[in-house]
């Protein structure tokens, strides 16, 4: 801190012209000095650098002026020093702090048994439920642009499943309690339980593909899968998709925060074909229909195809959208019967860049290529239907 003659004034005995410091002190030739705790020296210019002292405290500064033939005067004032260290940023004891977002739930850090925690909370709810997560978990979630630094205060231990899972070693806080969901997922709570958001035993819609609606149903074994279902169906018929098929049908606005729900797995064909582990809820039977897809229904008989009325001249139509495409290409087209289909994307040279085939069924069929990673150009789509 920083010692000086401020509102020191100085009366003179034998001169007019020196009444106060304020004056030019090169011409008055004042010298100073000091004292007090940590003082470097007593004597010399208008100011002196002082090292605060080390305790928290109230301290007294003397600044004496003096020059020859004048009176001279003493500045005493007080200094109150404050030790108090700074803020720990990893000091969570008061409450949690905001660090981003995960699947439209709150992350936090939060202080558990000891440890600083990474924390899903619901957010909204009328009580305090979260799920710990592993320090690792930092890397899966949306960061709020002012939490640089924090992750360094993380030590409950990583855990499987890029953080998600719950690290050992950790107890519920007092008037918290643990409970777990039918997925395996631990969580704390102050109270009820408020919804979870992948409570799906009641078929939850997420969007629309082919006529049909696509749901996250709940299957025996905790297994959370997407289905396409057959609007109005009597027998309640659908099918099991993979989870990599949540990047190929139209979304309903919302629907993104239930992504992370699907633990079926991911199957091939864009995730359109049977994922293994899934069976048949109780009061549903598996089917198969002619063209090898797998279906579930509450009496396992497949429904009547609808007319086709597809006419020679419609077999040969198909539509490419969008065009050009930047991500995603769909190809649709129509046949009078099911038949195999063979697609294949070519680059101007004839060289194969993607190429499918797959069992199509009489009337509209889509299929989607995924382009993204193809470089910039034109390309040969080549559709054969049948021979």
């Known amino acids: 801190m920083l010692v000086g003659p401020t509102n020191l004034g100085i009366s003179c005995l034998l001169c007019t012209h020196c009444q106060r410091i304020t004056e030019d002190l090169s011409i008055i030739h004042v010298n100073y000095s000091f004292t007090g705790p940590n003082v470097p020296f007593n004597s010399g210019p208008s100011s002196i650098n002082v090292t605060a002292p080390g305790t928290t405290g109230l301290y007294q500064y003397t600044l004496k002026a003096t020059r020859s033939g004048c009176f001279s005067p003493t ?7 404050n030790c108090a260290p700074p803020p720990n940023p990893c000091d969570f004891s008061s409450g949690p702090r905001y660090v981003g977002t995960w699947n439209s739930l709150t992350v936090q850090i939060r202080s558990i048994s000891g440890k600083n925690v990474l924390v899903t909370a619901i957010t909204g709810s009328s009580v305090d439920k979260y799920y710990p997560r592993g320090d690792n978990f930092w890397y899966s979630f949306s960061p709020d642009p002012n939490v640089a630094g924090l992750q360094s205060c993380l030590n409950a231990g990583n855990s499987g499943w890029y953080g998600s899972s719950f690290p050992a070693g950790l107890n519920p806080p007092p ?12 969580y704390f709570t102050n109270g009820g339980n408020p919804p979870n958001p992948c409570d799906v035993s009641t078929p939850r819609q997420v969007g629309t593909w082919n006529n049909l609606i696509v ?39 919302g629907a993104d925060q239930y992504r992370a729900c699907l633990n079926a ?34 009496n396992g008989q497949r429904q009547a195809a609808p007319e086709t009325n597809v006419s020679a001249e419609d077999v040969t ?20 019967r099911s038949e195999a289909v063979s697609i294949r994307l070519l680059d101007m040279q004839g060289r194969v860049m993607q190429q499918q085939t797959a069992q199509g069924v009489a009337g509209k069929n889509e299929r989607v290529l995924n382009v993204s990673a193809l470089p910039t150009g034109l390309y040969m789509l080549d559709v054969r239907l049948g021979t």
């Open 215 to 253: 749901q996250i149903r709940q299957f025996p074994n905790n297994k959370r899968a997407l289905v396409t279902a057959v609007a109005g169906s009597a027998n309640d018929k659908y099918y099991p998709r993979g989870d990599n098929f949540w990047d190929n049908f139209t979304k309903d606005p």
């Open 175 to 186: 008037g918290y309690t643990q409970g777990q969901e039918a997925d395996g997922a631990i």
């Open 317 to 336: 139509l198909v539509n490419v959208r969008p065009n050009p495409a930047q991500d995603q290409l769909t190809v649709t087209f129509m046949l009078d």
């Open 75 to 81: 500045k005493t004032f007080n200094v109150n020093v």
């Open 265 to 298: 797995g991911e199957s091939g064909w864009y995730g359109l074909s049977f994922p293994g582990g899934i069976s048949p809820p109780a009061g549903y039977q598996q089917g198969t229909t002619a063209d090898g897809a797998t279906f579930f229904s509450t």
